[in-house]
């Protein structure tokens, strides 16, 4: 299946202290754990405290049709992680919120290796989904997420463990 994913967009490659060594296109850090590239995640919450799943897009090259945290993505050439954070949400779910940082953290997962920086928010909708990149979003609650780890992105899963939700 053909993907929707740049595999030239160029990603930030960094040591495991987090200091930027280099520049790796898409194609090349999913392919290859030993390139540590920096990522984001946004977790947002309900006013029912539910949280926001985003099923992913058919046509990602990671992890197709799984449900994953509310918006992510990689760190470009030349962002930091809150505009990354900010963009992300933009353009996956078209909203611009106030995001709340929580933490950073190292992730290796069974594809990629990542330095990941966790945003939080509060919302309630609505959402402007950008088709190519999410198939639907919906909240739901700590107890039904418990019940489709199979279901999660490994990448989500960790994120939720972090978090306490797991």
């Not at 390139?35 to 090259?61: A, C, Y």
């Not at 960790?158 to 978090?163: D, G, S």
């Amino acid at each position: 299946m053909k993907t929707t994913d740049n595999q030239d967009e160029l990603f930030i490659v960094v040591d495991k202290n987090d200091k930027i060594i280099g520049y790796r296109t898409r194609k090349d850090c999913h392919t290859d754990k030993s390139l540590i590239h920096r990522s984001t995640s946004i977790v947002i919450f309900n006013k029912k405290g539910e949280i926001l799943l985003q099923k992913r897009s058919l046509t990602k090259d990671l992890y197709p049709g799984l449900y994953t945290v509310s918006a992510s993505g990689h760190v470009n050439k030349g962002e930091s992680y809150t505009d990354t954070a900010n963009r992300e949400i933009y353009e996956e779910i078209g909203i611009k919120i106030p995001l709340k940082f929580e933490k950073k953290r190292f992730f290796e997962g069974p594809l990629e290796t990542e330095f990941d920086a966790i945003f939080t928010a509060n919302y309630d909708g609505p959402f402007h989904l950008n088709t190519e990149e999410v198939e639907e979003v919906e909240y739901f609650s700590r107890e039904k997420i418990r019940n489709m780890i199979d279901r999660l992105t490994p990448f989500a899963q960790k994120t939720f463990e972090e978090l306490g939700i797991l």
